[in-house]
T-cell receptor, first 112, second 120 residues
Framework: DAKTTQPPSMDCAEGRAANLPCNHSTISGNEYVYWYRQIHSQGPQYIIHGLKNNETNEMASLIITEDRKSSTLILPHATLRDTAVYYCIVRVSGGSNYKLTFGKGTLLTVNP | GAVVSQHPSWVICKSGTSVKIECRSLDFQATTMFWYRQFPKQSLMLMATSNEGSKATYEQGVEKDKFLINHASLTLSTLTVTSAHPEDSSFYIC????????????????FGSGTRLTVV
């Protein structure tokens, strides 16, 4: 699986959009970009994933650059409960044995 | 959506004793279970992968005789920490994946809520 690079921490004001970047310059053509988050002392939670098109769901939007070497997770209106470590992971889809390898992620702190 | 129930949420045990952690998939069949360990302020580290009905595959450096994994059914996997020592104190998290073609609503990986193990 391709390696990802994320900033170690970011701050965001409550109610504002949080934009979390991720670099994955060695991503392969069949690898997806997944985003998970982990609130303190809980298990990771799936947020969104995509291959090359931008994606949006009820939680967030995922913007993937045309060359697929980087992406941005957007939380449109951050709340205090969005404070968590956000992990960007790239891997192939399908195959029940494919494991998720977590990097260090970005600690997003949403401030009142 | 898919739910994975992990118990206990926290446990304190004496050094030298064994602790069992359960992970159940409540509304889907988990063909594969992943067990992670997380030390304070660190990321999740994969310990092992288990498929229902077969032996687990352990990551390099993880002692298979110390961390016993059983995945006897499609809805239950257990991790037993044998002869626990203080250095085994950590946050243990399971993750379940369903059958190809019947993946959970979050595209494959559903995590338990974690178990905080403290060995004294």
């Amino acid at each position: 699986d391709a390696k990802t690079t994320q900033p170690p921490s970011m701050d965001c004001a409550e109610g504002r959009a949080a934009n979390l970047p991720c670099n994955h310059s060695t991503i392969s053509g069949n690898e997806y970009v997944y985003w998970y988050r982990q609130i303190h002392s809980q298990g990771p939670q799936y947020i969104i994933h995509g291959l090359k098109n931008n994606e949006t769901n009820e939680m967030a939007s995922l913007i993937i650059t045309e060359d697929r070497k980087s992406s941005t997770l957007i939380l449109p209106h951050a709340t205090l409960r969005d404070t968590a470590v956000y992990y960007c992971i790239v891997r192939v889809s399908g195959g029940s044995n494919y494991k998720l390898t977590f990097g260090k992620g970005t600690l997003l702190t949403v401030n009142p | 959506g898919a739910v994975v129930s992990q118990h206990p949420s926290w446990v304190i045990c004496k050094s030298g004793t064994s602790v069992k952690i359960e992970c159940r998939s409540l509304d889907f069949q988990a063909t594969t279970m992943f067990w992670y360990r997380q030390f304070p302020k660190q990321s999740l580290m994969l310990m092992a992968t288990s498929n229902e009905g077969s032996k687990a595959t352990y990551e390099q450096g993880v002692e298979k005789d110390k961390f016993l994994i059983n995945h006897a059914s499609l809805t239950l996997s257990t991790l037993t920490v044998t002869s626990a020592h203080p250095e085994d104190s950590s946050f243990y998290i399971c993750s379940a994946r369903g059958r190809a073609g019947r993946e959970t609503s979050n595209y494959g990986y559903t995590f338990g809520s974690g178990t905080r193990l403290t060995v004294v």
